[in-house]
């Protein structure tokens, strides 16, 4: 055969750890030149283009399009030299297609009719195997279910084998015979000897965990319906949990007057710029993070580090979940400029196009829920940043407030409230309340985002 020139699964992002591929870009006999995308690639941020780092023709896809779970290096893809015939490509041996679905579990050998009339089968020592000691609930759930437990390992003290030891190997039994999913309704078992008198004991087992729906046919009570995780959803799992186990979270709230930005946001549609309350937070935060430089800081698990720069990160949703692409040197920028970047990066975000510079980094995240109609809410801290703020709708309020003569009267102000989230091992409480306050002053006055 011609030798080929391998291609692998790359890293697109410093935190992947496997791929899904997408899409196949160019087919097989296609010709290839250095920096030609050969297919779309599904990382844990953002579906990905992968270019070609050879020339050459691409001989032999070996890992189609929809797989799941790629390991980073894994073999996807051959190629040959120009001239060459690629029909004739050599396959190594050891190339095959990763799966993400593992396999079926072997049938046992045997397995045991259940009776349908006798009792359930009892557990019974048996010459050559480890007399186990089990708990009264244990007995009963490998009793009822006819399971062996002289190869599992006990986690009980003393050697004894628990209610949860029983539990888990019966998922593991359930997992491996999906036919046996079903609830089962034991008949009232023989009576078991007793010193004193026989105790008759009538149990109604129910399975560790409801059972899968079958495709196609209506659902069944108890069953459910499994949705597998994309890459994306898993990460932020991962993440979220990081974030809430590792960080001490503190949070403290403001309310913010916004009628000043609502009146300047209609003079500029009067000239056709149209901007968002969102762009004048953003705006009005980095102007607040330039005031109060030990706010735009992160923490590496060590020291905290005070950023140069006021890159901030927008949360995003879409089908595949939260993202936070990064608008760079906010502090430097306009508020017309800002909207055309927010607006670029939310779009680039939901078709899954962001570059890996786009969403990684940041020193500060907004998270904004007005225009779902969220008043007010806490966010989770993206590490290693130390804090986020969440932003909730305008209401209107009314207000006392005094004329120039003193005469006090009822106004009605649109009022907004923002939580900010901090990390108190870098932002203490007094500096959360610091940052607060300015930021309040800054959206309430909104031409000092100008100064």
Same mark, same amino acid.
């Given at each position: ?28 006999g296609?010709?290839?030149?250095v920096g ?11 579906v ?19 797989s ?30 990763p ?5 079926p579990?072997?049938a046992?050998?045997?397995a ?12 019974? +020592? ?21 399971l ?12 004894i ?27 009232a ?69 916004i ?78 400029e ?9 779009k ?15 020193s ?19 590490p ?6 969440a932003?909730g ?11 120039e ?7 009605? +102000? ?7 989230s901090?990390d ?28």
């Open positions: 055969g011609t030798p080929g020139i391998k291609v692998l699964m790359p890293a697109l992002s410093p935190t992947m750890e496997e791929g899904n591929i997408v899409q196949w870009l160019k087919k097989e296609d010709t290839v030149n030609d995308a050969l297919c779309e690639i599904e990382t844990d941020k953002a990905v283009t992968m270019e070609s780092s050879d020339d050459g023709i691409l001989a032999k896809i070996l890992v189609e399009e929809g799941k779970n790629v390991r980073l290096g894994s073999l996807i893809g051959l190629l040959v030299e120009e001239g060459q015939d690629w029909k004739q490509v050599e396959v190594p041996a050891d190339a095959g297609v799966s993400s679905v593992a396999p579990a072997p046992p050998a045997s045991p009719a259940a009776p349908s009339v006798s009792a359930p089968p009892k557990l019974q +020592h048996q010459p050559g195997k480890l007399q186990v000691r089990l708990s009264p609930a244990a007995r009963n759930i490998l009793e009822t279910h006819g062996d437990a002289s190869n599992v390992t006990p986690t009980g003290p003393r050697g084998f628990t209610k949860e030891d029983a539990l888990k190997l019966l998922q593991e039994k359930q997992k491996g015979k999906p036919s046996e999913l079903k609830p089962v309704v034991s008949p078992p023989a009576a078991v000897p007793s010193p004193t008198q026989p105790t008759a004991v009538t149990s109604y087992p129910r399975p560790a965990i409801p059972p899968v729906s079958t495709p196609g046919q209506p659902g069944a009570l108890g069953t459910f319906t499994e949705i597998p995780a994309s890459n994306i959803r898993r990460v932020i799992a991962k993440r979220l949990t990081e974030s809430k186990t590792t960080i001490p979270h503190a949070y403290a709230a403001a309310d913010c007057a009628d000043a930005v609502l009146k300047l946001r209609k003079e500029l549609a009067k000239d056709d710029i149209k901007v968002s309350v969102n762009d004048f937070i953003i705006k009005a935060t980095a102007v607040t993070l330039r005031q109060m430089p030990d706010v735009n800081v992160t923490w590496d698990g060590e020291a905290c580090r005070r950023l140069q720069s006021i890159d901030i990160s927008i949360a995003v949703a879409t089908d595949r979940g939260l993202i936070t692409p990064i608008i760079k040197d906010v502090a430097a920028k306009g508020i017309k800002i909207a055309a970047s927010a607006k670029a990066l939310a680039k975000a939901r078709d899954g196009k962001l570059l890996p510079e786009e969403y990684q980094g940041g500060f995240s907004i998270s904004n829920l007005g225009m779902f109609g969220i008043s007010d809410f806490t966010a989770v801290i993206n290693p940043q130390a804090c986020i703020l932003v709708r305008a209401r209107p309020e009314l207000k006392i407030v005094e004329d003569e003193g005469n006090e009267k009822l106004e009605q +102000h649109q009022l907004m409230t923002v939580t900010l901090s108190g091992r870098v932002v203490d409480d007094e500096l959360a309340s610091k940052f607060l306050e300015t930021l309040k002053a800054n959206i309430e006055n909104p031409m000092r985002l100008a100064l």
